[in-house]
């Protein structure tokens, strides 16, 4: 029995079946965690969410687009020139899959692998029981009746800086995108989204993980940063977006029974 956590799929669904031949998966007992962002860009995001939904032993977390999913299915969102989105509302089970996807966290943690799952990271200035406490606040608003008026206003890049005094869309908003956006913060710990690029193409900015002030989470596994690319620090802090719907590969990272990176 083995447990690998794959990056951003994207809708690459022949690319993730590659994968999974080549991990020499087998469902009825291993365990498959995402990083989010299953769909959009590639060219079949329908076979890829009905087949993680379907799946019996897996874990996944929200991306970004996983989000936009929703948002652009309930009509809030137009849709960008790049979506790969139509096939999944033209689908029959088009209302399952959207609810499967509704119900899905913002972060993921197991105590018995020390490992926690998020997309995009965990903000600096939030330990793990924070960052917990605060995913779970998101989730509850995505699985109630409130759910279409924070899918409608959660698009933005304020507030910046997080404030425990935070409240409403502000406070949600934050830690969304936190979550499925972050990438860089500044020397004050505001969060800089318009940042994209490596690393090394933001001299001025400070990778999330590596904000002097970071709180300790343990080791952390995401996606969402094709630009950083596979990433190992320490042990600690693992990405495993090597961009397959921009032609890289699809990588995975075994967590158990021993670490080690598959690509």
Known sequence: MSTYVIG????????????????HFNERADTLWFCGDLVN????????LRFIKNLPHKVTVLGNHDLHLLAYAQHIRPKHPDDTLDDILAAADKEELLTFLQHQPLLHHDAALNMTLVHAGIYPLWDLAIA????KE???QLKGPLCGALLKDM???QPQLWDEKLTGIDRYRFIINAFTRMRFVNAQGELMLFADGAPASHPDLIPWFDFSQRLPT????FGHWSR???FNKDN???CLDTGCVWGGKLTALRLTPKLGFVE
């Open 8 to 23: 951003d799929v994207q809708g690459c669904y022949v690319q993730l079946m590659a994968l999974l031949e080549h991990l």
């Open 218 to 221: 343990g080791p952390i596994v």
């Open 228 to 230: 950083l690319g596979l």
């Open 138 to 140: 998101v989730e509850v």
């Open 155 to 157: 698009y933005g890049e």
């Open 41 to 48: 860009r590639g060219k079949d995001s329908l076979s890829t």
């Open 236 to 238: 600690q802090i693992f």
């Open 132 to 135: 917990q406490r605060l995913s």
